[in-house]
């Protein structure tokens, strides 16, 4: 069974720092991976999603790496901001990348110190 | 637009009570889901619909039953309610296609049982 797992739980930087959270995942036969961000009290919103073939996805200060072969995924915030306070979650499908839903992680929390 | 609503955003009600939460998404996705996240953070499937056809139903107590009356709307009606059926819980949407889509979430709604 799929179980992904994100590194760290917590993270408080000062603005302007650049970051990397992790995520692992224990079965890499995965159509793709996504990385969403939830705001307290709110749902949560889709940042990338990088399908298997790819090896990364860009968004504005965004870059999200996908290393099948070894079970990991980066998510690497450029020049953070006080906005990006948020808890980061990574998911990959449970199989097929159809109507199978989602195993996510536990999430990073972070913090950026104005 | 909201693009995946729900509601309630909250719900307060006491033991052995029967609710409903509904969820409708206007983006015209096939795939539909409900996701729980407890009070430690951790987001899990509960359901997932496809073109309004049970697909995915985790080991949830049949106290929880999904109806999807149309391909837009995936409601959750819980009967008799129990103390460890508070949490957040979180429609959400996808367009299913091989090698998997972005899943839109509503903002949750956070029920309450006391």
């Known amino acids: 069974k799929q179980e992904v797992t994100q590194i760290p739980a917590a993270l408080s930087v000062p603005e302007g720092e650049n970051l990397v959270l992790n995520c692992s995942f224990t079965?890499?036969?995965?159509?793709?991976l996504q990385w969403f961000r939830q705001d307290p009290g709110k749902g949560l919103t889709s940042l990338l999603l990088?399908?298997?073939?790819?090896r990364e996805q860009t968004s504005g200060r965004l870059n999200a790496s996908l290393d099948k072969s070894s079970g990991r995924s980066t998510l690497y915030i450029a020049a953070s901001q006080p906005g990006d306070s948020a808890t980061y979650l990574c998911?990959?499908?449970?199989?097929?990348?159809?109507?199978?839903?989602?195993?996510f992680g536990k999430g990073t929390h972070l913090i950026i110190q104005p | 637009d909201t693009a995946v609503s729900q509601t309630p955003k909250y719900l307060v009600t006491q033991m052995g009570n029967d609710k409903s939460i509904k969820c409708e998404q206007n983006?015209?996705?096939?795939?539909m889901y409900w996701y729980k996240q407890d009070s430690k953070k951790f987001l899990k499937i509960m359901f997932s619909?496809?073109?309004?056809?049970?697909?995915i139903n985790e080991t949830v107590p049949n106290r929880f039953s999904p109806k999807s009356p149309d391909k837009a709307h995936l409601n959750l009606h819980i009967n008799s309610l129990e103390l460890g059926d508070s949490a957040v819980y979180f429609c959400?949407?996808?367009?299913?296609?091989?090698?998997?889509?972005?899943?839109?979430f509503g903002n949750g709604t956070r029920l309450t049982v006391t």
């Open positions: 959400a949407s996808s367009q299913v296609l091989r090698g998997g889509s972005p899943l839109h």
């Open positions: 079965d890499s036969a995965i159509y793709n």
């Open positions: 990088i399908q298997s073939s790819q």
């Open positions: 998911a990959v499908p449970d199989s097929g990348g159809g109507a199978d839903g989602l195993t």
């Open positions: 983006l015209g996705h096939d795939t």
């Open positions: 619909y496809n073109n309004k056809e049970l697909i």
